[in-house]
């Protein structure tokens, strides 16, 4: 019940296109839900999270999108750049800031000129 | 504005031997929160502290223990070192009580040889 289930392991995309990272969770009490990119020998930095009572979130060129009812959420990035290459994780938590969080697995996502 | 800062980058040890990780929070912050990042896995929650005491702990033995300090600085020890130790180890901190999110540092390199 704890788990938090992230898709695909991998993506590949050319400039331009549109990245989609999905997750899945089981918790019913989980109440917050980030994302975040991790780039080589850096820490996780959160990029835009988003609570169940929305059902989209955009900030720049990311989306999420959330499906209370299927329990699933999904990452989009819009006009990729190959700066956008790192590693993505999904997060869930019960609370907001100060309770621990369960990543998913991570994406890794590579952006071709 | 200091972000939070882990100490030492990189460390390496031999099974049996014992290891300790320190954390300064982000200047603001008064909770802890210590994560595991094995290779190509997202980071699995250990601990946290709140007021100098354990406030939460995951699934992770006892061989992992920790301390915060009263200047909300935070170490995380670990005892008889295993193979499977070899990992990442991330802190975050955050404010309780407040909106805003936990902030990563960029870790500590653990190899067990």
């Known amino acids: 019940q704890q788990q938090v289930k992230q898709s695909p392991q991998s993506l590949i995309v050319q400039k331009g296109g549109i990245p989609i990272i999905n997750c899945a969770y089981e918790?019913?009490?989980?109440?917050?839900f980030p994302w975040y990119q991790q780039f080589p020998g850096k820490g996780p930095a959160l990029l835009i999270a988003?609570?169940?009572?929305?059902s989209e979130k955009k900030e720049g060129r990311f989306t999420i999108s959330f499906n209370k009812s299927a329990k699933q959420f999904s990452l989009h990035i819009m006009d990729s750049q190959p700066g956008d290459s790192a590693t993505y994780f999904c997060?869930?938590?019960?609370?907001?800031?100060?309770?621990?969080?369960?990543f998913g697995t991570g994406t890794r996502l590579q952006v071709f000129p | 504005d200091a972000g939070v800062t882990q100490s030492p980058t990189h460390l390496i040890k031999t099974r049996g031997q014992q290891v300790t990780l320190r954390c300064s929070p982000k200047?603001?912050?008064?909770?802890v929160s210590w994560y595991q990042q094995a290779l190509g896995q997202g980071p699995q929650f250990i601990f946290q502290?709140?007021?100098?005491?354990?406030?939460q702990r995951g699934n992770f033995p006892d061989r992992f223990s920790g301390h915060q300090y009263p200047n909300y600085s935070s170490e995380l020890n670990v005892n008889a070192l295993l193979l499977g130790d070899s990992a990442l180890y991330l802190c975050?901190?955050?404010?309780?009580?407040?909106?805003?999110?936990?902030?990563f540092g960029d870790g500590t390199r653990l190899s067990i040889l």
């Open positions: 975050a901190s955050s404010l309780t009580g407040s909106d805003q999110p936990q902030h």
């Open positions: 918790n019913t009490a989980f109440d917050y």
């Open positions: 988003i609570r169940p009572d929305v």
């Open positions: 997060a869930a938590s019960p609370l907001r800031n100060t309770d621990k969080l369960i």
């Open positions: 200047s603001g912050h008064d909770t």
């Open positions: 502290y709140y007021e100098e005491e354990e406030r």
